[in-house]
């Protein structure tokens, strides 16, 4: 079973930038296409962005269009979420999980807050 581990939330400003990682174990990563979800207080978890087995193939919620990037590291088991140009309606606690998503996949996620 695949165990996933979100970091890399915080505190931003308006217009600021983070970085999220999602470490996996096993050594079938490479194998799952892999996506970014969040999850906003009071609201339904969305979709954010997802990447395939290769990394060479992405693609994004509207919502997030053009200011995030999804990128990962098959080497290191790894998948990114590059957000820019945040804003107060991108807090949520961020997760990432396979796409689509394993229900016993979940991680702890990471809490993303953006104050205007």
């Known amino acids: 079973q695949v165990q996933l581990v979100e970091s890399g939330g915080g505190l931003m400003q308006a217009g600021g930038s983070l970085r999220l990682s999602c470490a996996a174990s096993g050594r079938t990563f490479s194998t799952y296409v892999m996506g970014w979800l969040r999850q906003a207080p009071g609201k339904e978890r969305e979709f954010v962005a997802g990447i395939n087995r290769s990394g060479g193939s992405t693609y994004y919620a509207d919502s997030v269009k053009g200011r995030f990037t999804i990128s990962r590291d098959n080497a290191k088991r790894t998948v990114y979420l590059q957000m820019n140009s945040l804003k107060p309606e991108d807090t949520a606690v961020y997760y990432c999980?396979?796409?689509?998503?394993?229900?016993?996949?979940w991680g702890p996620g990471t809490q993303v807050t953006v104050s205007s």
């Open positions: 999980n396979q796409d689509p998503p394993r229900a016993n996949y």
